[in-house]
């Protein structure tokens, strides 16, 4: 089901296809051939600027579809980045996906609250308590950093540091253009 998104009063982002650049329209192109097959929100706010577009794109499809991680440690630690940073826009896209990988309604409602949440696989939780430490704490206690690199592993951490990364880029598009929450009922 496609969901239209529509642009908040006094804030347009959307380009026109007649109207974009070449390097604007190659890009689009691009992304809808790529591992994502549609173009991101975010992304079409960013196409402004082809360059950081570009930038941008290869750093998305590294982090959110190639990068070694479960889809459930990125729907986990994406919620907590917009619970984190109060992205109403980025909660509710992520949400649904979170609920279609079985993330349960009592962990939902925690990440939400921005309470502890608890996830039975060990490397979900570890990169949960990572995600949340960062932004909530903004401190990695040296109990949790070794952790970290004995579940994760550095490489992992890595990836994981650039998922909060992204979502918090992603939020502050979002946010900055006011992006509304859809009416999926309409």
């Known amino acids: 089901m496609a969901i239209h998104i529509p642009e908040a009063p006094g804030r347009p982002f959307r380009i026109p ?5 070449e390097p604007q329209s190659n890009l689009v192109q691009r992304i809808l051939a790529g591992p994502r097959k549609d173009l991101p929100i975010n992304m079409e706010i960013w196409l402004h600027s082809p360059a950081f577009a570009e930038v941008a794109n290869s750093f998305a499809e590294y982090v959110g579809h190639r990068a070694p991680m479960s889809k459930r440690i990125k729907e986990i630690t994406i919620l907590v980045v917009a619970a984190f940073w109060g992205s109403r826009f980025e909660w509710f896209w992520h949400e649904r996906l ?89």
Do not use: C, N, W
């Open 98 to 186: 979170a609920r279609q990988l079985g993330i349960d309604e009592g962990q939902i409602a925690q990440l939400k609250e921005r309470q502890a949440a608890g996830f039975d696989d060990p490397v979900e939780q570890t990169a949960y308590e990572v995600a949340f430490a960062l932004l909530e704490r903004r401190d990695m206690d040296d109990e949790l950093h070794a952790r970290a690199v004995r579940i994760l592993g550095h490489a992992a951490v890595a990836d994981l540091i650039g998922l909060i990364g992204l979502y918090t880029m992603v939020a502050f598009t979002l946010d900055f253009y006011r992006v509304p929450v859809p009416d999926i009922a309409a």
């Open 17 to 21: 296809p007649g109207e974009m650049s």
